[in-house]
C-alpha cells in the first residue's frame, strides 16, 4: 500500500534563509511523487514530480526535491525561503506505477510553512 | 484557459438537506476524482471516474454519490447533509498520459 509522511505539521522560517519539507513514503514499486502547494483559501497547485528520472527534480519558484530510494524520502528544498512561499506543502505518491493508468493519489497531512520577515 | 471549474465556491446547508456540487473540466481529460480536506488530514479520496461511464469509490464514499455526466463533468451529491461533511471539498482531472492532476479552487461546504 502506499502512504506518505510528512515529518513535521509546521515549519517556520526568517526569509532568506533555506528552507527544508521533510517527506518519507512507502510503497511496493516505483513510486511517482509530487510536492503540491496550496495558498490561502486556494486549490492545490503542482510544485513538481518525480517518476523515476533523475532523482533531483526542479519545480517551480525555485523549489527542488530530492528521491533518495535508500531513505524512502522525498524532502522539498528552497536555498532562500520569500514571504510569498508561505502555504501549506504536500507530499503526494501515486499508485500509477502498478501498471494502472488511473493515478490515484495518496496525500499526506501536510506541512504549514511561515515566513517571518 | 479555465481548467477544473468547481461551483458553488461556498455553501451553507442545514442536516438533511440535499446538494449537488458540480465540476467540469476544459482539458479533455478521461480520468476525474472527488476529495475532501479536513484540517490536519491532507485530501481523502471520496470517488473517482477513470473514465465516462465508469465511476469508483475511494477512501471516504459513505453519504455520498457520483455522477459521470459525459466527459467534461463529474458531480459530487449529497442526499442527506450532515455536520460531518463540513469541508472544503475539490474537484481534480487528470489526463492519460503525465499522470498529474489538476485541481479546482474547492468547495466550502458548511452543514449546521
Known amino acids: 500500500a502506499q502512504s506518505v509522511t510528512q515529518l513535521d505539521s509546521h515549519v517556520s522560517v526568517s526569509e532568506g534563509t533555506p528552507v527544508l519539507l521533510r517527506c518519507n513514503y512507502s510503497?511496493?514499486?516505483?513510486?511517482?511523487l509530487f510536492w503540491y502547494v496550496q495558498h490561502p483559501n486556494k486549490g492545490l497547485q503542482l510544485l513538481l514530480k518525480?517518476?523515476?528520472?533523475?532523482?533531483l527534480v526542479k519545480g517551480i519558484n525555485g523549489f527542488e526535491a530530492e528521491f533518495k530510494k535508500s531513505e524512502t524520502s522525498f524532502h522539498l528544498t528552497k536555498p532562500s525561503a520569500h514571504m510569498s512561499d508561505a502555504a501549506e506543502y504536500f507530499c503526494?505518491?501515486?499508485?500509477?506505477?502498478?501498471?494502472?493508468?488511473?493515478?490515484?493519489?495518496?496525500f499526506g497531512r501536510g506541512t504549514q510553512l511561515t515566513v517571518w520577515p | 484557459n479555465a481548467g477544473v471549474t468547481q461551483t458553488p465556491k461556498f455553501q451553507v446547508l442545514k442536516t438533511g438537506q440535499s446538494m449537488t456540487l458540480q465540476c467540469a473540466q476544459d482539458?479533455?481529460?478521461?480520468?476525474m476524482y472527488w476529495y475532501r480536506q479536513d484540517p490536519g488530514m491532507g485530501l481523502r479520496l471520496i470517488y473517482y471516474?477513470?473514465?465516462?461511464?465508469?465511476?469508483d469509490k475511494g477512501e471516504v464514499p459513505n453519504g455520498y454519490n457520483v455522477s459521470r455526466l459525459n466527459k467534461r463533468e463529474f458531480s459530487l451529491r449529497l442526499e442527506s447533509a450532515a455536520p460531518s461533511q463540513t469541508s472544503v471539498y475539490f474537484c481534480?482531472?487528470?489526463?492519460?498520459?503525465?499522470?498529474?492532476?489538476?485541481f479546482g479552487a474547492g468547495t466550502r461546504l458548511s452543514v449546521l
Open positions: 481534480a482531472s487528470s489526463g492519460q498520459r503525465e499522470n498529474i492532476q489538476y
Open positions: 510503497s511496493s514499486y516505483s513510486p511517482s
Open positions: 518525480y517518476t523515476s528520472a533523475a532523482t
Open positions: 503526494v505518491v501515486s499508485d500509477r506505477g502498478r501498471g494502472s493508468t488511473l493515478g490515484r493519489l495518496y
Open positions: 482539458m479533455n481529460h478521461n480520468s
Open positions: 471516474s477513470a473514465s465516462e461511464g465508469t465511476t
